[in-house]
Nanobody, 123 residues
């Protein structure tokens, strides 16, 4: 019954921007960090970004640092990923991800994923 539903993906030219949204339900949303994970065609999942339960701390993998920004709205149970200066290598299915228990590395333990939203960066 835990559900994460992503939206906001699409096709954009290099250098463009998109904002992804994730609507959550079925769990205590504010209790732990949330992440965005992506998976490009033919490749394994890649952790992209995380935000703490209260939204005060954010984390990014090096490839997107300075270009992407994660945020959350706990009152409206939403998580966002604003993506700027997009590159073709950002093309992937993007998943919103949650975990039931805190602890360990901030980029690990996210066992509940949404259905994903496709982001395609191409000229």
């Amino acid at each position: 019954e835990v559900q994460l539903v992503e939206s906001g993906g699409g096709m954009v030219q290099p250098g463009g921007s998109l904002r992804l949204s994730c609507a959550a339900s079925g769990f205590t949303f504010s209790s732990d960090a949330m992440s965005w994970v992506r998976q490009a065609a033919g490749k394994g999942p890649e952790w992209v970004s995380a935000i703490s339960g209260g939204g005060r701390r954010t984390y990014y993998q090096e490839a997107v640092k300075g270009r992407f920004s994660i945020s959350r709205d706990n009152d409206n149970v939403m998580v966002y990923l604003e993506m700027n200066s997009l590159k073709p290598e950002d093309t992937a299915v993007y998943y919103c991800a949650a975990r039931q228990r805190s602890g360990g590395s901030i980029d690990q333990g996210y066992d509940i994923w949404g259905q994903g939203t496709q982001v395609t960066v191409s000229s």
